[in-house]
């Protein structure tokens, strides 16, 4: 049996289970083992591309206008005063959303249409809740929300229309039948995000059609200032 060991360790064959050769290291002492440290990584490797391939496309909804949540806030706007117009039928959520927005990006709001840079008009605000599922009582379980909201911003020097558009938000809802209380608050604060969330695409768009139209030129024709040359007979 001594033999037979000595005979493949000669031939260096590993022995399953069996420590044949002392592990070799470097000058600070650590051991090379490259198998070693490749097993023990690479199961981390798929976890690693994931989380990268996340990053990438945050990054990529970040700059197409999409938002997180904790991200409900859109910069600077390419205006500073401007006067708000909201015709009966907006909902309170929206109106407080887009004056707390319009607050954080640093716009003043006036009451004067002489004193604004920009108007914004705010249509009334749609809002529909379509039952999903219900209970064996025949109680509502779980509803779909749909909120939209529609608007049109004026440059009040000109009287030109900007933008016109709607945009709108949904959410799903569980509610909870022996809780309705708490199911009441929390459909307050739904929908409270999802008022938050359509005045932050207001406001994008808004943003996107002044930087448009401060964008645009016009092209002057240019004058002909080559010599007439006169015909030879």
């Given at each position: 049996?001594?033999?037979?060991?000595?005979?493949?360790?000669?031939?260096?064959?590993?022995?399953?289970?069996?420590?044949?050769?002392?592990?070799?290291?470097?000058?600070?002492?650590?051991?090379?083992?490259?198998?070693?440290?490749?097993?023990?990584?690479?199961?981390?490797?798929?976890?690693?591309?994931?989380?990268?391939?996340?990053?990438?496309?945050?990054?990529?909804?970040?700059?197409?206008?999409?938002?997180?949540?904790?991200?409900?806030?859109?910069?600077?706007m390419q205006f500073k005063t401007v006067k708000l117009q909201t015709l009966p039928g907006v909902r309170p959520e929206v109106q407080q959303a887009m004056r707390s927005q319009l607050a954080q990006s640093g716009v003043q709001l006036v009451d004067s249409l002489a004193a604004a840079e920009l108007?914004?008009?705010?249509?009334?605000?749609?809002?529909?809740?379509?039952?999903?599922?219900?209970?064996?009582?025949?109680?509502?379980?779980?509803?779909?929300?749909?909120?939209?909201?529609?608007?049109?911003?004026?440059?009040?020097?000109?009287?030109?229309?900007?933008?016109?558009?709607?945009?709108?938000?949904?959410?799903?809802?569980?509610?909870?039948?022996?809780?309705?209380?708490?199911?009441?608050?929390?459909?307050?604060?739904?929908?409270?995000?999802?008022?938050?969330?359509?005045?932050?695409?207001?406001?994008?768009?808004?943003?996107?059609?002044?930087?448009?139209?401060?964008?645009?030129?016009?092209?002057?024709?240019?004058?002909?200032?080559?010599?007439?040359?006169?015909?030879?007979?």
């Open positions: 049996m001594l033999q037979m060991l000595k005979t493949l360790n000669k031939f260096n064959m590993p022995l399953k289970g069996l420590k044949t050769t002392p592990p070799q290291r470097d000058q600070a002492g650590l051991v090379e083992n490259d198998q070693a440290w490749s097993n023990r990584v690479w199961p981390f490797m798929p976890m690693v591309l994931i989380m990268s391939l996340l990053i990438v496309m945050m990054a990529g909804l970040s700059g197409c206008g999409f938002h997180l949540r904790g991200l409900n806030t859109v910069g600077e108007q914004i008009i705010l249509q009334p605000t749609v809002y529909k809740a379509n039952r999903t599922a219900y209970s064996g009582l025949g109680d509502t379980t779980a509803e779909f929300l749909r909120m939209e909201q529609s608007f049109s911003a004026v440059v009040v020097a000109t009287e030109e229309t900007l933008v016109t558009s709607s945009v709108q938000t949904y959410r799903d809802r569980q509610i909870d039948t022996a809780a309705l209380l708490a199911a009441n608050r929390e459909l307050g604060s739904i929908h409270r995000e999802m008022a938050e969330d359509l005045v932050i695409n207001i406001m994008e768009r808004i943003n996107r059609a002044i930087l448009k139209a401060s964008h645009r030129t016009t092209v002057a024709p240019v004058e002909n200032t080559l010599p007439t040359i006169a015909p030879t007979h």
